[in-house]
Nanobody, 114 residues
């Protein structure tokens, strides 16, 4: 059974940084595309970034240049480094496996506020 567990969310001031982690189990992690999505209050879930099994990355325009997705196959973990955060980045962030996503984590809250 595939499990994805996110961590690293929290409250951060505008301009600050956070690094999210997503630990996977029950899967051959290295063979799958992994992704990050987010859902702000009152809005639909939106794609943020993906990284393929060969480490090709793609980003939504809204985060390009500020966020970096990476993976450590030895640790079955995918990361999202978020810099220059602003209020519009406030959301619950979800980790996903597969493209299109087949499995989801439970989410971690990121709040950007002064």
């Amino acid at each position: 059974q595939v499990q994805l567990v996110e961590s690293g969310g929290g409250l951060v001031q505008p301009g600050g940084s956070l690094r999210l982690s997503c630990a996977a189990s029950g899967t051959i992690f290295s063979t799958y595309t992994m992704g990050w999505y987010r859902q702000a209050p009152g809005k639909q879930r939106e794609w943020v970034a993906t990284i393929t099994s060969i480490r090709k990355t793609n980003y939504a325009d809204s985060v390009k240049g500020r966020f970096t997705i990476s993976r450590d196959n030895a640790k079955n973990t995918v990361y999202l480094q978020m810099n220059s955060l602003n209020a519009e980045d406030t959301a619950v962030y979800y980790c996903s496996q597969g493209y299109p996503p087949r499995y989801w984590g439970q989410g971690t809250q990121v709040t950007v506020s002064s």
